[in-house]
T-cell receptor
Framework: GENVEQHPSTLSVQEGDSAVIKCTYS??????FPWYKQELGKRPQLIID?????GEKKDQRIAVTLNKTAKHFSLHITETQPEDSAVYFC???????????????FGQGTILTVHP | KAGVTQTPRYLIKTRGQQVTLSCSPI?????VSWYQQTPGQGLQFLFE???????NKGNFPGRFSGRQFSNSRSEMNVSTLELGDSALYLC?????????????FGAGTRLSVL
């Protein structure tokens, strides 16, 4: 099965700084890597995802990079704002027999705190 | 379009009881996955249903079960509750069942077992 390791577990930055969260995965067949943001008491919400046929994807202040050879992917947030404070989860599909059947394996989460 | 709806939002039960949680997916979505979220274990996959069939199952005991109806709504049941079952139970729906289908989460049901 898939194993996803996420680091760091906590990250504290000053407003305006950049934040980087890294994840490694074990299953070389994984081909889709979403990132979710979960604010306190709220549902996880997809903020960006990347398919295995590209190395980078950007959406305003958020970017994700993928290194398939090394089996790791990273979330980059630039010009952080206090409202970016949340728990961020990376995930990868569990592939069994060529299809994941809707199962995502999540990293342990990163608590990001942006200080004003 | 309405999002994923989970009911009830909060539940308090005692050990040994059973509980049923409900999840209504986004209209048109046929896949429903269930996850358990705890501070210590994070988000862990329970099972996934597609077209009323369980397609994948996580490493949880047989006390955890689920089903999906013809309208794609899903229920999960936990029997003989234990203190360790206290958690936030999240369901997620997606259009299809492939690995690249985006999963949209509901707000969750917070279960407390006393």
């Amino acid at each position: 099965g898939e194993n996803v390791e996420q680091h760091p577990s906590t990250l504290s930055v000053q407003e305006g700084d950049s934040a980087v969260i890294k994840c490694t995965y074990s299953d070389s067949a994984s081909n889709y890597f979403p990132w979710y943001k979960q604010e306190l008491g709220k549902r996880p919400q997809l903020i960006i995802d990347i398919r295995s046929n590209v190395g980078e994807k950007k959406d305003q202040r958020i970017a994700v990079t993928l290194n398939k050879t090394a089996k790791h992917f990273s979330l980059h947030i630039t010009e952080t704002q206090p409202e970016d404070s949340a728990v961020y989860f990376c995930a990868a599909p569990f592939n069994a027999g060529g299809t994941s059947y809707g199962k995502l394996t999540f990293g342990q989460g990163t608590i990001l705190t942006v200080h004003p | 379009k309405a999002g994923v709806t989970q009911t009830p939002r909060y539940l308090i039960k005692t050990r040994g009881q059973q509980v049923t949680l409900s999840c209504s997916p986004i209209s048109g979505h046929r896949s429903v996955s269930w996850y358990q979220q705890t501070p210590g274990q994070g988000l862990q996959f329970l099972f996934e249903y597609f077209s009323e069939t369980q397609r994948n199952k996580g490493n949880f005991p047989g006390r955890f079960s689920g089903r999906q109806f013809s309208n794609s709504r899903s229920e999960m049941n936990v029997s003989t509750l234990e203190l360790g079952d206290s958690a936030l139970y999240l369901c997620a729906s997606s259009l299809g069942s492939g690995s690249k289908n985006i999963q949209y989460f509901g707000a969750g049901t917070r279960l407390s077992v006393l």
